[in-house]
């Protein structure tokens, strides 16, 4: 199975103050059809999952602008320009490129 | 509006059985594959087990295979994961969630069901 390990597991972060997540998975995540699946998931208390980002980059619709994905092979980024009190929780990556499709540990976003 | 309901969590003893189901609604639900992730407390996602659309394919984590079954009903647009031989290990919240058809992702998920493997 593709290994993702994602840093740092805890981030406490200044409200208006710029954050990223780490994203790194154990071989390259390019599938044979020429598309990277690399996604990223928020998870609040008492809320379904929610996706923020697909194949790398793709903001998802009603996923606010301060939200971006970067990378590609086995490095990949979440950043997010200015936290808001709105985005504490626990980030994940997640890889689709081989089943069994598999999520980093998570990251904890929480405010300082 | 998409929706995702699952149910049929709860408490049952090591080696017993349950089923979950998840009613979906808002989206033909017969034309996507479906998905099951789990959450152990404490710790990080895991993909379950996985259907296409028409029932005809089925995958799973080497972790369930041989003691789960996932299954569908398109004619009630519901989703089920038959869990069998529980272990303490599969104590985690269920998620049942919509296949993003071309991004090898999942896109809606649901709240989730608690299932608690203890004697």
């Known amino acids: 199975d593709v290994v993702m390990t994602q840093s740092p597991l805890s981030l406490p972060v200044t409200l208006g103050q710029p954050a990223s997540i780490s994203c790194r998975s154990s071989q390259s995540l390019v599938h044979s059809d020429g598309n990277t699946y690399l996604n990223w998931f928020q998870l609040r208390p008492g809320q379904s999952p929610r996706r923020l980002i697909y194949k790398v980059s793709n903001r998802d619709s009603g996923v606010p602008d301060r939200f971006s994905g970067s990378g590609s092979g086995t490095d990949f980024t979440l950043k997010i320009s200015r936290v808001e009190a709105e985005d504490v929780g626990v980030y994940y990556c997640m890889q689709g490129t081989q089943w069994p499709w598999t999520f980093g540990q998570g990251t904890k976003v929480e405010i300082k | 509006e998409v929706q995702l309901v699952e149910s049929g969590g709860g408490l049952v003893q090591p080696g017993g059985s349950l089923r979950l189901s998840c009613a979906a609604s808002g989206f033909t639900f017969s034309t996507y594959w479906m998905h099951w992730v789990r959450q152990i407390p404490g710790k990080g996602l895991v993909c379950v087990s996985r259907?296409?659309?028409?029932?005809?394919?089925?995958s799973y984590a080497d972790s369930v295979k041989g003691r789960f079954t996932i299954s569908r009903d398109n004619a009630k647009n519901t989703l089920y994961l038959q869990m069998n031989s529980l272990r303490a290990e599969d104590t985690a919240v269920y998620y049942c969630?919509?296949?993003?058809?071309?991004?090898?992702?999942?896109?809606?998920w649901g709240r989730g069901t608690l299932v608690t493997v203890s004697s």
């Open positions: 259907i296409k659309s028409d029932g005809s394919r089925t």
């Open positions: 969630a919509r296949d993003h058809y071309g991004a090898n992702s999942v896109d809606y």
